[in-house]
């Protein structure tokens, strides 16, 4: 099976986004499998693909094998384009966005259905990076801290300062909307940061349960080694522009996904200036595909007008399809 997606000609004043790491769950893709081929034989593939059941662990967990990055990364790939191509088969020909994007792991995911990569290329490529990433913390561990309640400008210099005091790493990881940032670093350029971000009036500094540093340059190690994977993989201009976690602008050449792929493991990921761009360029409606309903919430905070959907079940699947069907 090839990932056989079909646009319609016109594009509709929508993005599509794909959720990254953190949005898993045990169960994801379970219903869509049962209600429709399609995302049974994206399962399928992915399983022949890695040689592992991934659609075992989607479907039943256990929740700390599906948390481990390394099956989280491909589970969330496959469950999210397994519910591009339900949506598909329920619709027979997929309205055309006038963007994809997807937060952080996700923009793979948004790649793939743009168009760009094939999706055992893409399986591959997460599941690699999800390895790497994971190899490279264990190296050099790190934290990443949830910043609530002050501008991005303040937490970039507070970051910053705290570097510098240290001779380590601290940058903004994800700025994920108005008031909710995450940073990244080792362990005492945090904690320097996190003291001077409470004094400088945080609502909240909490610290995430991981132990990998992402999205700075403490992956350094498993960006290199990804670009090698990344480079050996053909890269197509995708359908529609994929709008870059690191840029904030769209990309609509194949050169310009694989420098974006290449840079996001140790760039920010800048999701608030990803999503004001698709809202000032006309995007009425966000369509989250896959699990949870992280994205739309975000969108919720970014653009209040907007209209917002999730796409992770066959109710979901048909609600959207009555509208373009």
Avoid at 29 to 42: H, I, M
Avoid at 292 to 315: C, D, E, F, P
Wanted: aromatic share 4%; glycine share 10%; with cysteine.
């Amino acid at each position: 099976m090839s990932l056989a997606l079909s646009y319609g000609d016109e594009t509709s004043p929508l993005i599509f986004l794909f959720p990254g790491q953190g949005s898993q769950h045990a169960g994801m893709g379970k219903e869509l499998a049962e209600a429709y081929a399609s995302a049974r034989a994206v399962f399928s593939e992915a399983d022949d693909v890695l040689g592992a059941a991934i659609s075992r662990i989607c479907f039943e967990g256990p929740e700390d094998v599906l948390t481990d990055t390394v099956n989280a990364q491909p589970a969330l790939f496959a469950s999210s384009l397994a519910a591009l191509c339900a949506l598909q088969e329920e619709i027979g020909c997929l309205p055309r966005p006038a963007y994809f994007a997807g937060h952080s792991m996700g923009e793979y995911t948004a790649a793939a259905a743009a168009g760009c990569i094939g999706f055992a290329d893409g399986l591959r490529l997460v599941r690699e990076r999800g390895r790497l990433m994971k190899e490279a913390g264990a190296r050099q561990p790190g934290r990443m801290v949830a910043v609530i309640g002050l501008a991005e400008s303040v937490v970039g210099q507070i970051c910053a300062e705290a570097a510098a005091a240290n001779d380590g790493v601290a940058q903004i990881a994800n700025d994920n909307c108005p008031g909710q940032i995450v940073i990244s670093g080792d362990e005492n350029s945090i904690a320097t940061a996190m003291s001077e971000l409470e004094k400088a009036g945080a609502r909240r500094v909490v610290p995430l349960a991981v132990s990998i540093a992402a999205h700075c340059p403490l992956m350094v190690p498993a960006a290199s080694q990804l670009k090698a994977r990344i480079e050996a993989v053909e890269v197509k201009e995708p359908t529609a522009p994929v709008i870059g976690n690191t840029s904030g602008l769209p990309l609509d050449s194949a050169a310009a996904i694989c420098e974006e792929l290449n840079a996001q493991l140790t760039g920010s990921v800048r999701w608030t200036d990803s999503m004001k761009h698709a809202v000032d360029a006309g995007v009425e409606t966000a369509v989250e595909i896959g699990p949870g309903s992280v994205l739309t919430g975000l969108m919720k905070r970014i653009q209040r007008k907007g209209k917002r959907v999730n796409i992770s079940n066959a109710a979901e699947v048909r609600g959207f399809a009555g509208q373009f069907g």
